[in-house]
């Protein structure tokens, strides 16, 4: 379960991306199989009791999250090589912005605009098809 502070390349990225909506981006050994996940500050209230809470509190302040990365993911590692060979690639922006919709899927969190997430996936999907029918 530890967990790894230092800097790795795609945490400032990432960090810029999303300072919106995160307190901090850290890469981290606890994750095995996917490639992100968010994390409560500490103190923080967990994402469940939070929706129960915002149905009788309507002055129930924002908590930003933390979201760990997983550097052994392909899809990480994948954004690192992307980063370094190509930085001002125009798709960057969209794959960090779906890395932080699929860690908000993951624990039950509703996404601020599904059908937004749900264009990118499908065109996601549709560029991997292509490219497997190209290389047959």
Do not use: K, Q, V, Y
């Given at each position: 379960d530890e967990v790894i502070d230092e800097p790795h390349h795609p945490d400032d990225r990432i960090r810029l991306r999303l300072q919106d909506q995160l307190a901090e981006v850290r890469t981290s050994t606890r994750l095995v199989d996917s490639a992100a996940c968010l994390v409560m500050a500490e103190g923080g209230i967990p994402p469940h009791l939070r929706r129960i809470l915002r149905q009788t509190r309507e002055d129930l302040p924002e908590e930003k999250r933390l979201l760990e990365i997983n550097p052994s993911h392909p899809a990480i590692q994948a954004l690192v090589e992307l980063l370094e060979k190509k930085p001002?690639?125009?798709?960057?922006d969209a794959w960090?912005?779906?890395?932080?919709a699929q860690a908000r899927i993951a624990e039950?969190?509703?996404l601020e605009d599904p059908g937004a997430f749900s264009r990118?996936?499908?065109s996601l999907v549709a560029e991997s098809v292509k490219r497997?029918?190209?290389?047959?």
């Open positions: 001002d690639h125009p798709g960057i960090i912005d779906d890395l932080f039950g969190t509703p990118r996936f499908t497997a029918l190209e290389a047959s």
